[in-house]
C-alpha cells in the first residue's frame, strides 16, 4: 500500500473517534501512525487497532454520555407515547364518520338483508375477528362496514 | 470510575488491563510519549501495544488520576506517573509477587 492510500486510510479510520478524542489526541495519533508505519508495522494493523480503540470509545460510558443517552431515551418514548395518543385520537371520529356515511348510503333493511345474506354462505366461526372493538381502551363497540362482515370465507 | 488517591491500598490495577500496567511500568522511570511508550514495551515485555489501546489506556488511566498529561512537545504529549500512580503500580506488583510465590510454592509441593 503506497504512502497516500496508508495516510488516507489512517485518516478515515480516525475520523471514527468523537469529535472530542480528535482534538486531544488526532494529530498525534496520526503522527504516531505514521512513525509506526515507517517501522515496518502493517498499515491495516494500525488501521484495526484505531478501530476497535474508537469502537470502544463511543461503547464506554461516562457520566455526560449516560445523561445525553438518557435524554435521548426518554425524548423518544415521550415521542412515541405522543404520537400512539395522537393516532388514537385521529382514528376514533374517522371511524364514527365511515359508521354513519354506510348507514346514510344504505337502508336498514338492505343492509341486514346483505349482511344475511353475506352470514349465509359462511359458517360463523368463533374466532371471528372483532376488529371492530377497542377493547383496551373500554371503548363501545362501533360498527366499522354493514356492507359485509369483514371477514373472507 | 473516580480518581484513586492511593490511599486505600487495595490494587486498583486488577480490573484496569494488561496493557495499563505495561504503561506504568514503562512510565516508572520517567515521562514518555505514544511512540516512546510502545518502543519501550515492546522492549520491556515483548508485547506490541496497539496504537488504539495506547490512547484508550492512556485516557482510562489519566480519568483514574494514575498519570498526567505534560505540556505538548510539538505534537506529542507526554505522560507522567502521579503519585496515586505510583503507589497503585507497587500495591499490584507487591499482589502479583504474592500470587506468584504461591503459585510457585503450590507447584513445588505438587512436585510437578
Redesign the interface.
Given at each position: 500500500m503506497d504512502d497516500s492510500r496508508t495516510a488516507r486510510l489512517v485518516e478515515t479510520v480516525l475520523r471514527c473517534y468523537p469529535a472530542r478524542?480528535r482534538r486531544r489526541?488526532g494529530?498525534?495519533?496520526a503522527?504516531?501512525?505514521a512513525?509506526?508505519i515507517r517501522d515496518g508495522?502493517p498499515a491495516g494493523?494500525?488501521a484495526?487497532?484505531?478501530?476497535?480503540?474508537?469502537a470502544?470509545?463511543w461503547l464506554t460510558p461516562r457520566l455526560g454520555r449516560r445523561l445525553s443517552t438518557m435524554t435521548c431515551a426518554l425524548l423518544v418514548a415521550a415521542g412515541s407515547l405522543g404520537a400512539s395518543a395522537g393516532l388514537l385520537a385521529s382514528a376514533a371520529p374517522a371511524r364514527a364518520a365511515s359508521t354513519s356515511q354506510v348507514r346514510t348510503s344504505t337502508s336498514p333493511v338492505r343492509a341486514s338483508t346483505s349482511q344475511a345474506s353475506a352470514r349465509a354462505h359462511c359458517p360463523p366461526s368463533a374466532s371471528e375477528p372483532n376488529a371492530d372493538v377497542l377493547p383496551a381502551m373500554g371503548h363501545p363497540r362501533v360498527i366499522i362496514g354493514e356492507a359485509g362482515h369483514g371477514r373472507s370465507c | 470510575m473516580g480518581r484513586w488517591d492511593g490511599r486505600s491500598g487495595q490494587d486498583v490495577l486488577r480490573r484496569v488491563g494488561e496493557a495499563s500496567v505495561l504503561i506504568l511500568i514503562s512510565l516508572a522511570d520517567g515521562p514518555k510519549?505514544?511512540?516512546a511508550l510502545?518502543q519501550d514495551i515492546k522492549e520491556l515485555s515483548d508485547v506490541?501495544l496497539?496504537?488504539?489501546?495506547l490512547?484508550?489506556a492512556l485516557?482510562r488511566l489519566e480519568r483514574l488520576g494514575l498519570i498526567e498529561s505534560l505540556p505538548?512537545d510539538d505534537?506529542?504529549?507526554p505522560y507522567r506517573i502521579t503519585a496515586p500512580g505510583a503507589a497503585a503500580l507497587r500495591a499490584h506488583l507487591d499482589s502479583l509477587e504474592r500470587v506468584s510465590a504461591a503459585g510457585r510454592l503450590r507447584l513445588q509441593l505438587g512436585g510437578i
Open positions: 478524542w489526541h494529530d498525534e495519533a503522527e504516531l501512525a512513525l509506526l508495522t494493523s494500525i484495526w487497532s484505531y478501530l476497535a480503540g474508537a470502544r470509545e | 510519549h505514544g511512540y510502545i506490541q496497539g496504537p488504539g489501546t490512547y484508550g485516557d505538548a505534537r506529542r504529549h
